[in-house]
């Protein structure tokens, strides 16, 4: 009963915003007007943050967030009015709506690279309204287009290889060196240290039911395999609410409070993460990575990806704790497979993505 008074509410809200939109779309259409929507972030943060900064005072910026309290009559007067109406994951509250011919639904996906199936290239996955509906959307390299094609149902003419705005500042030098000496300052503990970044990504269908299996690693005695010369920074995805057991301020300090992992990277010795999209990011920096695959089997029959996952894997597979010591130890990276897998997946990322965006997709530039 419940799931169906849910579903009913939710329609009629659709409803509601689609009377609305059908109202405003009579008055003129603002060239110069970008929304930024998402449901998942408070702030202009990913792609979002980057987009905006490369626009500089060009466009009229308008945003509807997480956070922000707003009624059906003006999320559809904004939508009307607005020539460019930005995402960067899924906004369930526009597929419903017919947008103007001359609106341009551009969807930024926040993760690099093609690795977990999403939208309609996922198994099982039911035509549905969702991710219906992009004008344009953006990859990280020329040879993924037919993945995001599939993924949200596209003409691939209309998937531009033009970089991931967020990627840009792995190409600059003075802002690493600035991240560094903030995450120091705020952390001096991680000082002198080896730093391990533990990073995987959640199991379960979606953000109600999302976890991660926790008694797949003994933290503790992660900590005393190690020694001193580690410490550990964990980010758990944020759709991950509970947390491990309790852990040793003095070998572990837990972040996943923080949205954005990005910068985290730029003083990571060793990446521990599994199906996450971390590895584009951290290719890019050339760190080594240990792809802590436990389930595999189980995940690619639940979830899969794009390309067999021994495409992806640049460093070590290892399936438990006893392995994963032994890798932390001794860290390699296969430099001719990392060579190939950036090829492949991030050629356009080259530091200056967002710049394009604005070029290419806001001002009607070429390539």
Not at 104 to 114: D, F, P, T
Not at 136 to 160: G, K, L, Q
Request: charged content about 25%.
């Amino acid at each position: 009963m419940e799931n169906i008074l849910k579903i009913a509410a939710q329609k009629l809200r659709y409803l509601s915003l689609t009377t609305y939109y059908n109202h405003y779309k009579k008055q003129p259409i603002n060239q110069k007007q970008v929304l930024f929507l998402s449901q998942s972030r408070k702030e202009l943060s990913g792609n979002f943050y980057y987009i905006r900064q490369a626009m500089q005072d060009r466009f009229i910026v308008k945003s509807v967030l997480s956070d922000d309290s707003i009624t059906n009559k003006m999320l559809a007067k904004l939508m009307a009015e607005s020539h460019y109406i930005l995402l960067d994951d899924f906004y369930p509250a526009i597929y419903p709506v017919h947008l103007r011919e001359e609106t341009r639904l551009i969807q930024v996906w926040h993760a690099i690279g093609a690795f977990k199936t999403v939208g309609y290239a996922r198994k099982n996955s039911m035509l549905t309204l969702t991710h219906r509906g992009y004008t344009d959307a953006i990859v990280s390299s020329p040879s993924i287009i037919n993945d995001y094609a599939r993924a949200f149902h596209m003409d691939p003419r209309h998937i531009h290889p033009i970089g991931i705005p967020r990627s840009d500042i792995f190409f600059d030098e003075t802002y690493a060196k600035q991240i560094k000496e903030e995450l120091y300052q705020q952390h001096p503990q991680l000082e002198n240290k080896k730093i391990i970044l533990f990073a995987p990504t959640f199991r379960g269908n979606n953000i109600h039911h999302a976890y991660y299996d926790y008694d797949q690693i003994d933290f503790k005695h992660l900590q005393e395999s190690l020694g001193d010369d580690y410490f550990c920074i964990i980010k758990m995805h944020p759709f991950i609410k509970q947390r491990s057991q309790a852990l040793d301020s003095h070998f572990f300090l837990d972040l996943s409070s923080q949205r954005e992992i990005n910068d985290l990277l730029f003083i990571t010795d060793i990446l521990i993460t599994d199906y996450s999209s971390v590895i584009f990011e951290a290719s890019l920096l050339n760190i080594p990575t240990i792809f802590f695959a436990y389930d595999l089997e189980n995940y690619i029959s639940e979830r899969d990806f794009f390309y067999p996952y021994a495409e992806y894997t640049y460093g070590p597979v290892v399936k438990n704790e006893e392995e994963l010591v032994k890798a932390i130890r001794h860290p390699v990276i296969d430099q001719q497979k990392l060579e190939r897998f950036k090829e492949k997946f991030v050629a356009s990322c080259d530091g200056h993505a967002s710049e394009r965006f604005v070029e290419v997709l806001l001002e009607g530039g070429k390539l």
